[in-house]
């Protein structure tokens, strides 16, 4: 069974402070790590897909790495307009033709002014 | 209309009442979804379809019936639900290529209150 965990669970940053969040997981071959953003109330935002470890991918403020068991979304210089719940999924080879997409729990990310 | 739109926004309904929920996606995918969101909980995988079939189902009481008429629509229909059934329900879509990685884009979700 696929599985994912998030640490922390919620994480308080002032203005350009830079952090990381961890996206730990077990998963029977590895087809795509995937991150969203949540804001309050909409759904989920796509950010981003990691394919294999190693690989790499910024957006703006946020770069997401991969390696064989974590993922981490760096937040670099961050804004309030960053806070946000961020969410970590991923997609194993559970079966022929498996849509199972695993997600965790979110790290509720608030920056302050 | 883009991306992937959902109504109502908001319903309160009664044990016994019957509902349903839409979906429509503006993003020419073949694949859609259905999403459970409880406080504190990981996101719930409900229903899937590709090319208007169903293909995943995963132990979802039969109080909750999902139809997709076409590959743009989603309809999940509600009746005698429980307290416990009070969530944000959301729909996704993507394009299936059969490689499995597929990112999905969700709507902004139908927040249910079962009274």
């Known amino acids: 069974e696929d599985q994912v965990t998030q640490s922390p669970e919620a994480l308080r940053l002032q203005e350009g402070e830079s952090s990381s969040l961890n996206c730990s997981y077990t998963?029977?071959?590895?087809?795509?790590l995937f991150w969203y953003r949540q804001d309050p109330g909409k759904g989920p935002e796509f950010l981003f897909t990691?394919?294999?470890a190693g690989e790499e991918k910024e957006k703006e403020r946020l770069k997401a790495t991969l390696t064989k068991k974590e993922s981490f979304l760096h937040i670099t210089a961050p804004k309030p307009e960053d806070s946000a719940t961020y969410l970590c999924a991923v997609r194993g080879y559970s079966g022929a033709g498996s849509y199972q997409l695993t997600f965790g729990k979110g790290t509720k990310l608030s920056v302050i002014p | 209309e883009t991306g992937v739109t959902q109504t109502p926004r908001h319903l309160v309904m009664g044990m016994t009442n019957k509902k349903s929920l839409k979906c429509e996606q503006h993003l020419g995918h073949n694949a859609m979804y259905w999403y459970k969101q409880s406080a504190k909980k990981p996101l719930e995988l409900m229903f899937v379809?590709?090319?208007?079939?169903?293909?995943e189902n995963n132990s979802v009481p039969s109080r909750f019936s999902p139809e997709c008429p076409n590959s743009s629509h989603l309809f999940l229909h509600l009746h005698t639900l429980q307290p416990e059934d009070s969530a944000l329900y959301l729909c996704?879509?993507?394009?299936?290529?059969?490689?499995?990685?597929?990112?999905?884009?969700f709507g902004p979700g139908t927040r249910l209150t079962v009274t």
């Open positions: 998963v029977s071959g590895l087809r795509g």
């Open positions: 996704a879509s993507s394009q299936d290529t059969g490689a499995g990685a597929d990112e999905q884009y």
């Open positions: 990691l394919y294999s």
């Open positions: 379809y590709s090319l208007e079939e169903r293909v």
